[in-house]
């Protein structure tokens, strides 16, 4: 019976220090998306190799947050990556065509799908800094807000 709690005990530690090194992963891939959106924004028009190469920085971050999203079960946020992934494709792909209508509508779906995700996963700290919350942080934060019956 010990041996079984001591199990259950370092499985969840482990799982825990696991998302614990996936958060500051994420902020990573947050502050690189960040980045290349800031210089993407710059840019009058989306063409050319400073926005291919931003743009596939983009899709990069965003196939690693559709991981992170599908372990903390967030299914809006894995739609939202894995449709700003290919929005990220499509404007690597027109921006290095020199097609800046087709680039600025994919940068547009790139904008949206970052709008509708930090709304639901992205807190503000009281410092002003950002942090993110996990599907389980939101739940507790509704149960908690809930009236009681």
Excluded at 69 to 77: E, I, L, P, S, V
Excluded at 96 to 103: D, H, I, N, S, V
Aim: include cysteine.
């Amino acid at each position: 019976m010990r041996r079984r709690a001591a199990t259950l005990l370092f499985l969840a530690g482990s799982s825990l220090a696991v998302i614990a090194q996936q958060v500051p992963d994420f902020n990573a891939w947050m502050k690189q998306q960040d980045a290349a959106m800031l210089e993407l924004r710059k840019l009058e028009s989306k063409v050319g190799p400073q926005a291919t190469r931003n743009a596939e920085r983009i899709g990069g971050a965003y196939e690693e947050m559709i991981g992170f999203f599908r372990q903390q079960g967030g299914k809006d946020a894995v739609k939202w990556s894995e449709e700003g992934k290919a929005a990220a494709a499509r404007l690597a792909t027109a921006a290095y065509a020199g097609k800046a209508g087709e680039a600025a509508a994919a940068f547009k779906v790139i904008a949206d799908n970052c709008n509708s995700c930090h709304k639901v996963y992205r807190t503000r700290l009281p410092d002003g800094r950002y942090a993110f919350t996990s599907e389980q942080q939101r739940e507790a934060a509704a149960k908690k807000a809930a009236p009681a019956k």
